[in-house]
């Protein structure tokens, strides 16, 4: 897979995400909504970048639309809950970290991968919030960066990040139901990719 994507210049860093989160900052948003984000908290993560665009299962989805059947603007991956084949150890090792700090099973690791500019993805909330009622979805961002933008559902004022290069981003509270997001086209931009986990039962409250 050639793509436009320029690394780090520095070698030889583990691959290792902050188990202290000490740089994750929660930003409250309306309608019980919340987002963590810190910056940089996967290092070394140019390594995690160049061993899934190699070894992942890569597919191009399609999706019906003005009643044509079209490429999906982006490369997906999947690996369910159960299914680790394949999966990176460091991404185990993130899965469980998160599913710590957060107090929930992520059991279900998603993978995009926009090539270039011209990949995106559209406005929208994540299916999981038709099972539960605040659900989490942690995403790790990879390789170039991207604009990530959050606005409220049925539109509004946007909030953006501009997530890459390890940074990790965890959407909360109400989002899914209250908030949408987005990955807009852009002119130019190098490679990015996204490791994003969900899970399938809700948090069981402590006591």
């Not at 606005?151 to 946007?158: H, L």
């Not at 490679?191 to 402590?206: C, G, M």
């Amino acid at each position: 897979m050639s793509l436009a994507w320029q690394g780090s210049l520095f070698t030889g860093q583990v691959t290792m995400p902050d188990a202290s989160f000490a740089a994750c900052a929660r930003n409250e948003l309306a309608g019980g909504a919340w987002v963590d984000h810190a910056p940089g908290w996967l290092a070394g993560s140019d390594d995690l970048f160049t061993e899934l665009v190699e070894t992942a299962p890569w597919r191009q989805r399609q999706r019906r639309m003005y009643e044509k059947v079209l490429d999906e603007p982006r490369l997906t991956a999947w690996w369910g809950a159960g299914d680790d084949a394949g999966l990176p150890g460091v991404v185990a090792d993130i899965r469980t970290l998160l599913s710590g700090r957060y107090g929930v099973a992520f059991d279900s690791v998603g993978c995009n991968l926009y090539r270039d500019g011209r990949d995106s993805v559209a406005w929208h909330g994540d299916t999981v919030r038709k099972r539960m009622a605040e659900p989490l979805v942690a995403i790790v961002s990879l390789g170039e960066p991207r604009r990530f933008l959050l606005r409220p559902r049925g539109g509004g004022p946007s909030r953006r990040y501009d997530l890459g290069a390890g940074d990790l981003l965890v959407m909360g509270g109400t989002c899914q139901h209250t908030w949408e997001h987005c990955v807009p086209k852009v002119r130019s931009a190098g490679a990015r990719l996204s490791v994003t986990f969900r899970h399938s039962e809700p948090a069981v409250s402590p006591g």
